[in-house]
C-alpha cells in the first residue's frame, strides 16, 4: 500500500520516481516521505542506475506540498516529526552522486517546490505552477524554501515569493530562472526529460559525480576551502579510466565510450 504511493521504474539506467497520490495532489505525507528516502537510497546505491528523474503522477500536481493535515495541532516541539523526514530526504538528495532531475507536471507548491529546489535540473510542462504559499497557512517554508529559492533567484524576487505566498506560471518559472526549460506538454516534458538523462547517462559517472559535489560545496565552504575542493575532485578524475578513455577518444576523433569507473 505505502509502497504505492511512491511508484519506482527503472529503464536503461534512468530511475523514475513517481509520488503517486493523485487525490490529494501528491501531497507528501509521513508514509510518502519515508518511501521516498528510501527510493533516493535505492537509487545511489545500485551502480545500474546512472540519473533519478522524480515526478508526479497525474496531470495535476507535481507535488502540492508537506500534507497540510500533518500540520494540524502540532507546536514548535511536535512539528519536527513531520519537518524532519522531509529535510532528511533533501539531505540525502544533495548528497547523491547521481543526477536529480526533477519534472515538474503540474503544482510545485510548498514542499513539493522545495523539493524541485532541491534537484539538479528542473524541467516543467507549461501547466507547473511554483509557490511557497505557506505564509497563507500561518507559517513559513520549513525545508530549504527560503534557502534555496534566494541563491536560485535572488533575493528580491525570493522575497517577493514568499512574503506574498503568490504563484507564479512556467513561463515566470522560466524567466527567473527557478527552471531550466518548459515544454509545451506533459509528453513533451516526459520526452524533454528522459532526452536530458539520456544524455547525462553518457557522462563519464564519478566525474559527474564530483562536479555536482563541487557545485554544491559553494552553499557550505568559503571560498578557498571551495577552490581546494574542487582542485581536489579534478585530480581525483585523473585517477580514472573514464578520464583516460576521454583522452583517448579526443585524440582518435571518436565518441568516448564511458564505464563509470
Ligand atoms: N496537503 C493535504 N491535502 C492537499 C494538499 C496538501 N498540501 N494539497 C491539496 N490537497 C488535497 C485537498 O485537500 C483536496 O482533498 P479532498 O478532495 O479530500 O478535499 C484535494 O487535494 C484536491 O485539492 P483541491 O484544493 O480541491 O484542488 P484545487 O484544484 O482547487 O486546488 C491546489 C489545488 C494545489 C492549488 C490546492 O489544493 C492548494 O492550494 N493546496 C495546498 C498547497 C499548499 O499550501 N502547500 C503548502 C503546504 S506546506
Redesign the pocket.
Known amino acids: 500500500m505505502t509502497e504505492d504511493l511512491v511508484l519506482f521504474d527503472v529503464r536503461n539506467a534512468i530511475a523514475t520516481i513517481t509520488i503517486n497520490r493523485q487525490?490529494?495532489?501528491n501531497?507528501?505525507?509521513l508514509s510518502v516521505k519515508k518511501t521516498l528516502l528510501a527510493m533516493f537510497k535505492q537509487a545511489e546505491e545500485d551502480p545500474s542506475i546512472r540519473v533519478v528523474v522524480i515526478t508526479g503522477a497525474g496531470e495535476?500536481?507535481f507535488i502540492?506540498?508537506?500534507?497540510?493535515?500533518?500540520?494540524v495541532g502540532r507546536d514548535s516541539k511536535t512539528i519536527r516529526s513531520v519537518v524532519g523526514p522531509s529535510r532528511d530526504i533533501a539531505e540525502y538528495m544533495t548528497s547523491m552522486t547521481k543526477p536529480i532531475i526533477a519534472a515538474v507536471n503540474g503544482?510545485a507548491?510548498?514542499?513539493?517546490c522545495e523539493l524541485a529546489l532541491v534537484c539538479d535540473i528542473r524541467y516543467a510542462s507549461i501547466n507547473a505552477?511554483f509557490?511557497?504559499?505557506?505564509i497563507?497557512?500561518g507559517?513559513i517554508?520549513?525545508n530549504g524554501g527560503t534557502v534555496r529559492l534566494p541563491r536560485l533567484v535572488g533575493l528580491g524576487i525570493a522575497k517577493e515569493l514568499i512574503l506574498t505566498?503568490g504563484?507564479i506560471d512556467a513561463e515566470e518559472a522560466l524567466r527567473i530562472g527557478l527552471v531550466n526549460k518548459v515544454f509545451n506538454s506533459q509528453d513533451e516534458l516526459r520526452e524533454g526529460v528522459l532526452e536530458l538523462a539520456r544524455k547525462l547517462c553518457k557522462m563519464p559517472g564519478v566525474a559527474l559525480g564530483l562536479a555536482k559535489q563541487s557545485i554544491q560545496k559553494a552553499w557550505q565552504l568559503p571560498l578557498n576551502e571551495h577552490l581546494a575542493f574542487e582542485l581536489k575532485a579534478f585530480c581525483q578524475t585523473f585517477d580514472t579510466e573514464d578520464k583516460e578513455e576521454g583522452l583517448a577518444a579526443f585524440l582518435e576523433k571518436r565518441k568516448p565510450e564511458f564505464k563509470h569507473k
Open positions: 487525490d490529494k495532489y501531497a507528501l505525507n495535476k500536481a502540492s506540498g508537506s500534507d497540510i493535515t500533518d500540520f503544482y507548491l510548498g514542499g513539493g505552477r509557490g511557497l504559499p505557506e497563507h497557512l507559517t517554508p520549513g505566498g504563484r
